[in-house]
């Protein structure tokens, strides 16, 4: 009987961790810690972010709390704008206000989100938080049933704070003009995924998605044992390692959705390769060295 119960317990485990209702934690350089789902292929933070540092430190400026009350953090976390939210580049995927190794999701990835939940015009229904204590009634459509908990963090605007309990609008990192960019919106009275495109420097919340994994199949994956400059970088990167390895090895290149690029072979712990053929944007570097995977990531110019 012990042992029907150990392995029962061992399935419902499983079918928990399977199913999202487990969930891993990331902690910000703040130390604030945010719980994740898994959608799909993807995994985004369940909370909007309250980060008021980059991962390196660095203050971010252009960061509030609404309606400028520290007392709505805890629940709705911070609004930003979208210079600040990509640390004032505008690569697509960039890591922005991000935790390392997560980065602000494309337009391509919020629609991916949206295409597996059954379409834009349920989506948002899957990706509220339920009932009327936050969102206001009648939160249409709402169940949740992603796991993602969307809150009514409401904005800013040109000129003052507004749509609490209303609007959830989360930023995208793909910019369509100098001043304008994507980014989604769900509201207290449908179920939809919603589309826009409009001004930059409005403050929005910002969810975060995780780099892709790639190689899910390898074993151990050891990361910071790869130096990578410059960073940006437009024609060629150093590499240095600080692993002793058998040369020549492997060097796989990636984009931030997991797509291979190329490969590249270096002969030494300090090498240089050319990158002008890779496309703008976040790029993942894998080596293999000695069954071991070693990875970073650089942003090309």
């Known amino acids: 009987m012990k042992i029907f119960y150990r ?3 061992l399935v419902v485990v499983f079918l928990f961790i ?35 540092h980059y991962s390196d430190g660095t203050t971010i400026t252009e960061v509030w709390a609404y309606d400028d009350d520290e007392g709505n953090v805890d629940t709705y976390g911070r609004l930003y704008t979208w210079n600040a939210t990509m640390n004032y580049n505008t690569i697509e995927g960039a ?5 390392d190794d997560w980065h602000v ?6 629609t991916e989100l949206g295409t597996y939940l059954g379409g834009d015009n349920v989506a948002g229904g899957k990706l509220k938080s339920t009932g009327t204590e936050l969102w206001q009634a009648p939160n249409t459509g709402a169940t949740n049933e992603s796991g993602f908990t969307a809150l009514p963090a409401g904005e800013y605007d040109d000129t003052h704070y507004w749509l ?8 995208s990192s793909t910019e ?13 009275d449908d179920a939809e995924l919603h589309t826009y495109n ?13 780099d892709a994994s790639i190689g899910i199949e390898e074993q151990g994956v050891i990361e910071k044992n790869i130096k990578i400059f410059p960073n940006p970088a437009k024609k060629n990167i150093s590499i240095q390692l600080s692993e002793q390895a058998d040369f020549p090895l492997n060097v796989n290149f990636y984009d931030i959705s997991g797509k291979f690029l190329k490969t590249s072979s270096i002969k030494s712990n300090n090498a240089e390769i050319d990158v002008s053929c890779l496309p703008v944007g976040v790029i993942i570097l894998k080596i293999y060295i000695t069954g071991e ?9």
């Open 95 to 99: 890591q922005g206000v991000c935790p």
């Open 198 to 210: 409009y001004y930059k420097d409005f403050r929005y919340s910002v969810r975060c998605i995780k």
């Open 164 to 171: 609490l309990g209303e609007y959830s609008l989360m930023w």
């Open 7 to 9: 392995q029962l317990t």
């Open 176 to 188: 369509t003009s100098g001043t304008y960019c994507k980014y989604r919106y769900l509201s207290y």
């Open 18 to 52: 399977a199913t999202g209702i487990f969930s891993q934690t990331v902690t910000d350089f703040d130390g604030n810690v945010y719980n994740t789902v898994s959608i799909g292929e993807q995994t985004w933070l369940k909370e909007n972010l309250k980060s008021l």
């Open 105 to 110: 999701p494309t337009d391509a990835e919020w």
């Open 293 to 301: 995977i070693f990875t970073e990531k650089f942003i090309k110019n």
